[in-house]
Nanobody, 123 residues
């Protein structure tokens, strides 16, 4: 498994931006899918975005056009740039990873999870 540590969460007003970072260690970062999930209070975890090892990105419809995922293999780090934030984006954001290239969006397909970072968007 890969060990994951997120950073970059915080409080922002609606329409603002935040960038989350996730530092990975433990295995060959470049062969893993890296992604983000989020969980709002009282709701299930939901897929946000991911970046496959063959450099394909994919997003949830709710964030498409506003969020951008990127990865720096030299730094073993994945980023989530979040723009035009809305109050409904408020959640704990988790960095995730799993081996392979399949475009998974189900939480149970990802075998490594970070501790989560809180993002709060005020209206």
């Amino acid at each position: 498994q890969v060990q994951l540590v997120e950073s970059g969460g915080g409080l922002v007003q609606a329409g603002g931006s935040l960038r989350l970072s996730c530092a990975a260690s433990g295995r060959t970062f470049g062969t893993y899918i890296m992604g983000w999930f989020r969980q709002a209070p009282g709701k299930e975890r939901e897929f946000v975005a991911a970046f496959t090892s063959d450099r394909i990105t994919y997003y949830a419809n709710s964030v498409k056009g506003r969020f951008t995922i990127s990865r720096d293999n030299a730094k073993d780090t994945v980023y989530l740039q979040m723009n035009s934030l809305k109050p409904e984006d408020t959640a704990v954001y988790y960095c995730v990873s799993t081996p392979g290239v399949v475009r998974y969006t189900a939480a149970n397909k990802f075998n490594s999870w970070g501790q989560g970072t809180q993002v709060t968007v005020s209206s």
